[in-house]
């Protein structure tokens, strides 16, 4: 499962649409993992449920369809790496799909690396420190692109 490196990459390819908010809506990314306080990390916060409840409480704050949106996608989009990442600990995967399943998700494959919680383990740091490396090599262009498109077109309107 990715870092708060990798989720907040992902909080700005995603939010990319949005003029001003950015450190807001990489706090967004990364709040899905408060669950690792109560003990439930992976469950209900990293599910779709959860992302269109934060969606509604964007949109009855903001009163703004188009940030609500963004904020459901961008809190959407942690649950989705996370889904996509190497998992160290059992239960496997995310509650993806919570409300509608209780069933835990991971893909077939991995393209991000686990992050290790155990800091008293010898290779805690240099193992966490290869995974974000990873992260930003492979989610740190996607965020230039689109934050450059996002510039480009914004300067031809």
């Given at each position: 499962?990715?870092?708060?490196?990798?989720?907040?990459?992902?909080?700005?390819?995603?939010?990319?649409?949005?003029?001003?908010?950015?450190?807001?809506?990489?706090?967004?990314?990364?709040?899905?993992?408060?669950?690792?306080?109560?003990?439930r990390h992976?469950?209900?916060?990293?599910?779709?449920?959860?992302?269109?409840?934060?969606?509604?409480?964007?949109?009855?704050?903001?009163?703004?369809?188009?940030?609500?949106?963004?904020?459901?996608?961008?809190?959407?989009?942690?649950?989705?790496?996370?889904?996509?990442?190497?998992?160290?600990?059992?239960?496997?995967?995310?509650?993806?799909?919570?409300?509608?399943?209780?069933?835990?998700?991971?893909?077939?494959?991995?393209?991000?690396?686990?992050?290790?919680?155990?800091?008293?383990?010898?290779?805690?740091?240099?193992?966490?420190?290869?995974?974000?490396?990873?992260?930003?090599?492979?989610?740190?262009?996607v965020a230039?692109?689109?934050?450059?498109?996002?510039?480009?077109?914004?300067?031809?309107?």
């Amino acid at each position: 499962m990715p870092s708060p490196i990798g989720h907040g990459l992902a909080s700005l390819i995603v939010g990319a649409p949005q003029k001003r908010g950015w450190l807001a809506l990489a706090l967004v990314g990364m709040a899905p993992d408060l669950d690792l306080l109560w003990g439930r990390h992976g469950m209900e916060t990293h599910s779709v449920g959860a992302a269109f409840l934060v969606a509604l409480v964007a949109l009855a704050f903001t009163r703004n369809r188009r940030t609500a949106l963004i904020v459901g996608l961008v809190w959407f989009a942690h649950p989705l790496l996370d889904a996509l990442g190497e998992d160290s600990s059992a239960p496997y995967g995310v509650m993806l799909w919570w409300p509608f399943s209780h069933q835990h998700f991971i893909a077939p494959f991995a393209i991000f690396d686990s992050i290790y919680r155990a800091y008293w383990k010898a290779d805690f740091w240099s193992h966490n420190a290869v995974a974000a490396i990873k992260e930003i090599a492979i989610l740190g262009p996607v965020a230039c692109l689109a934050w450059w498109w996002r510039r480009r077109s914004l300067s031809t309107r």
